[in-house]
């Protein structure tokens, strides 16, 4: 008979919200526009003053009246983008005006500079000029009071530009979650140095610090631990007390060296310790106090791929973004896909557009050790339990992980 | 008549070409896989040796001889993961074996540990044995000599991972470039602190630090330089010597206080000064012995437009990387446009899936101003010169800036 595992096999959905239950919003913080890109905002935004704050000229050239049809008019001076003076524009008068800067009293337009010649203290006009034009009027481009960015939102170029231009020199967001990496296993060598018999390098350490920083976390690489129970549990009580969340990968397998579980046991508790999927199934989540911790299979791809589907949402969350969900289209399949019948199975996949629809073509061997699957991939195929052949044209869901290419 | 610029007006490809010719690869350094990520490989990487480099076991057992029918096997030993001992496996005896140790010599299977009772130095295997079942067989992830990334590949989790896996510490990639950014114009006032009469705050050199950070590049912000020749000739002087790339914003419009040219004539060459395009028309590019400069417009809009066109191509391609171009999709437009009849121009859009079909819907108005307009684009719409007025349904091009939501 076989040997149970005393771990349930749980689904996909119930691991997740038991993972995003225990995933605390990290406290919020201000940090100089300079370092917060990628930040979440942890409030929403009010512009204090319109942009911009006084109506200005959009081109260079000179303030007019509008209605005024003189075509030779007398210059009274010029005004320049940041300077102030006392000009006010009459009908037969213009000020000389540079882009961006304060309409002069009087004027109620801007003639571009194409459009004129100025000599010996006169301007000739060359066109007609309807009020308004070229003038950005006073809370063009942000209203004073509007509300320019909301809560939730991760700060691009255009979001930090926009705290900029109303004034903000800091912004609020929540701090991203310092996540502590332990790779676990005798076998595990250190790249750059040569292998004993018996061994194998270590990439998992690599690839989820990688994984972290994507998805906003700091990551502190803390280094491998031999298959020890002294080790692992020192690494574990140490890194909790300093980090926000804890991975470890490797140590989780069904025989006498599932190291790991007896120890979260012991210190914490442990909520799953399977999940009905492909690749992945050993995925373990443990809370050490409020401290949510990963251990995940050791298999290079079954690591990065239970990163993604539980330990990325759990960082996005921290971090307050509600929106970590990756995009899922229905794409078709441009080739046979053979898929385990009992468990959802994500296979690596490069998705393209042909003839205007979601092509998906597998990235190779599927083995989990295999992460030459996951270069050149830009999707996982979510393929539900079921029939264990695909035909070439199903169609199936893809979660994309990159920008689909064109 | 109207005042012609002495720069003429050159196609959006003529400005291209002439930037990328102009837009040095970076030396080639080694970088610690900690430091790699997002970095472009300078080099191919092949695995020196196979990956597992021995036959190791798949799962958690017993190793033993697949042709062997007898039920109760006697335990030899065990071999742990990591650990190589001289244990020889014939028919009639098993060892145990743990995921990923190296099989024993003899053994030709493993059998999972589900399938088997372990009882007083006896094995009962209860079920039957293929052989290699169960076994990675040697180089199964990755052969002796095979090229497992290809030069020029932008190095994400999956990638850094390999280079872990085949045994490297170190990944060769182009040093990123470091990049100048200043933003001129008496006009613009430090965020944080009060405003002067006729002033606005600088967003620019903001929002340009932060698109030269997703481009991949080391942003160098610089300041506030006032509308003065001496300002800026001091600052570009000093800026070339330090950096790959100089960026300015401002400074670049048609009338007297087109400061850059002058500047840039002085002490380099103006390659263009004008771009048939809207918005960011004034776009200028010089190089400074071999440094390329690039003076962008000082509308917000226009400044991340022009960098997103221009500036992003050249910093990607001094990183070595050749695959930098967006993805272009034909989308159709959910509601009626209106664009420039005689410049192409990019008008940012949500680009989204809808019953199969890309769909682009406009961000609101289009001022150059109008940061906003690029807060929830994950698009530019490129509209060619022509009839004014698309209507809804109309097909268009849109280069993808962000993935498309679902």
């Known amino acids: 008979m076989p040997v149970?595992?005393?771990?349930?096999?749980?689904?996909?959905?119930h691991a997740l919200t038991t993972?995003?239950?225990?995933?605390?919003?990290?406290?919020?913080?201000?940090?100089?526009?300079?370092?917060?890109?990628?930040?979440?905002?942890?409030?929403?935004?009010?512009?204090?003053?319109?942009v911009p704050p006084f109506p200005a000229a959009a081109k260079d050239g000179y303030a007019v009246v509008a209605g005024d049809a003189t075509r030779h008019r007398r210059l009274l001076g010029e005004q320049m983008a940041g300077h102030v003076g006392h000009l006010r524009v009459e009908p037969g008068s213009a000020v000389r005006i540079t882009t961006g800067a304060a309409l002069p009293a009087g004027a109620d337009a801007v003639v571009m500079v194409e459009y004129t010649t100025e000599r010996e203290g006169w301007v000739e006009i060359e066109t007609t000029v309807a009020p308004g034009a070229d003038i950005r009027p006073v809370g063009q481009d942000i209203a004073a009071g509007q509300r320019v960015l909301e809560r939730g939102t991760v700060l691009g170029a255009a979001e930090i530009g926009l705290l900029a231009a109303v004034g903000l020199a800091e912004a609020p967001v929540h701090r991203r979650p310092r996540v502590a990496?332990?790779?676990?296993?005798?076998?595990?060598?250190?790249?750059?140095?040569?292998?004993?018999?018996?061994?194998?390098?270590?990439?998992?350490?690599?690839?989820?610090?990688?994984?972290?920083?994507?998805?906003?976390?700091?990551?502190?690489?803390?280094?491998?631990?031999?298959?020890?129970?002294?080790?692992?549990?020192?690494?574990?009580?140490?890194?909790v007390a300093d980090h926000?969340?804890?991975?470890?990968?490797?140590?989780?397998?069904?025989?006498?060296?599932?190291?790991?579980?007896?120890?979260?046991?012991?210190?914490?508790?442990?909520?799953?310790?399977?999940?009905?999927?492909?690749?992945?199934?050993?995925?373990?989540?443990?809370?050490?106090?409020?401290?949510?911790?990963?251990?995940?299979?050791?298999?290079?791809v079954s690591a990065l791929v239970a990163f993604e589907l539980f330990v990325r949402p759990a960082l996005r969350t921290?971090?307050?973004?509600?929106?970590?969900?990756?995009?899922?289209?229905?794409?078709?399949?441009?080739?046979?896909?053979?898929?385990?019948?009992?468990?959802?199975?994500f296979q690596r996949a490069a998705v393209y557009v042909d003839k205007g629809r979601f092509v998906a073509r597998t990235t190779g061997a599927?083995?989990?050790?295999?992460?030459?699957?996951?270069?050149g991939a830009n999707a996982l195929l979510e393929l539900?339990?079921?029939?264990?052949?695909?035909?070439?044209?199903?169609?199936?869901?893809?979660?994309?992980l990159q920008p689909i290419g064109a």
């Open 4 to 13: 149970d595992s005393p771990y349930p096999l749980v689904s996909i959905e």
């Open 19 to 50: 993972i995003l239950a225990r995933s605390p919003v990290l406290p919020v913080i201000r940090v100089p526009l300079a370092q917060a890109l990628g930040g979440v905002l942890a409030a929403d935004v009010v512009a204090p003053a319109p």
């Open 181 to 239: 990496l332990l790779s676990t296993g005798d076998e595990l060598g250190e790249p750059g140095e040569p292998l004993a018999a018996g061994q194998i390098y270590d990439s998992n350490r690599f690839s989820l610090a990688a994984a972290v920083s994507l998805a906003g976390g700091v990551p502190h690489p803390l280094g491998i631990a031999v298959d020890a129970h002294e080790a692992v549990e020192s690494f574990l009580v140490q890194a």
């Open 244 to 300: 926000d969340a804890i991975l470890t990968s490797g140590g989780v397998s069904m025989g006498k060296l599932d190291l790991l579980k007896p120890i979260l046991e012991a210190h914490g508790e442990v909520h799953f310790g399977r999940v009905v999927m492909k690749p992945g199934k050993p995925v373990t989540f443990a809370t050490i106090g409020d401290k949510p911790v990963f251990a995940l299979p050791g298999f290079p």
């Open 318 to 345: 921290m971090q307050g973004d509600a929106h970590w969900q990756r995009p899922r289209l229905q794409v078709t399949l441009a080739h046979e896909v053979e898929h385990d019948a009992r468990r959802t199975e």
């Open 366 to 375: 599927q083995g989990s050790g295999r992460l030459l699957s996951l270069v």
């Open 384 to 400: 539900a339990p079921g029939e264990p052949l695909l035909p070439a044209g199903a169609e199936v869901t893809a979660l994309l």
